[in-house]
């Protein structure tokens, strides 16, 4: 599976931004799903993940009830889509796809896109 994620950008707080991933691979409705990020000098952290199914979808605290994760098996493609957007956002974000069935744990992720930037002002 190969991962091309976009839509990052500056933003002013309490604005919004969608980030798309595209996956290649015949088999991507069956792979879970994950957005993360990581800020300078910290370490990569979960942000959202929704399972090939969707039944299961999870967020991290921090950004529960301002992101939201969805997916369009059709069209190879898993979106974030971030309101209300706090400076303590402001990190690369990856999308990052596994076979497993479930995991918020970055380092259980086989694959990962090449992260885009969010920067949000305050």
């Known amino acids: 599976v190969q991962l091309q994620a976009s839509g990052g950008g500056l933003v002013q707080a309490g604005g919004s931004l969608r980030l798309s991933c595209a996956a290649s691979?015949?088999?991507?409705?069956?792979?879970?799903m994950g957005w993360f990020r990581q800020a300078p000098g910290k370490e990569r952290e979960f942000v959202a993940v929704r399972s090939w199914s969707g039944v299961r979808i999870v967020y991290a605290d921090s950004v529960k009830g301002r992101f939201t994760i969805s997916r369009d098996n059709a069209q190879n493609t898993v979106r974030l889509q971030m309101n209300s957007l706090k400076p303590e956002d402001t990190a690369v974000y990856y999308c990052?796809?596994?076979?497993?069935?479930?995991?918020?744990?970055?380092?259980?992720?086989?694959?990962w896109g090449q992260g885009t930037q969010v920067t949000v002002s305050s």
């Open positions: 990052a796809a596994d076979s497993r069935s479930w995991s918020t744990r970055p380092y259980q992720y086989a694959y």
């Open positions: 691979g015949r088999t991507f409705s069956r792979y879970l």
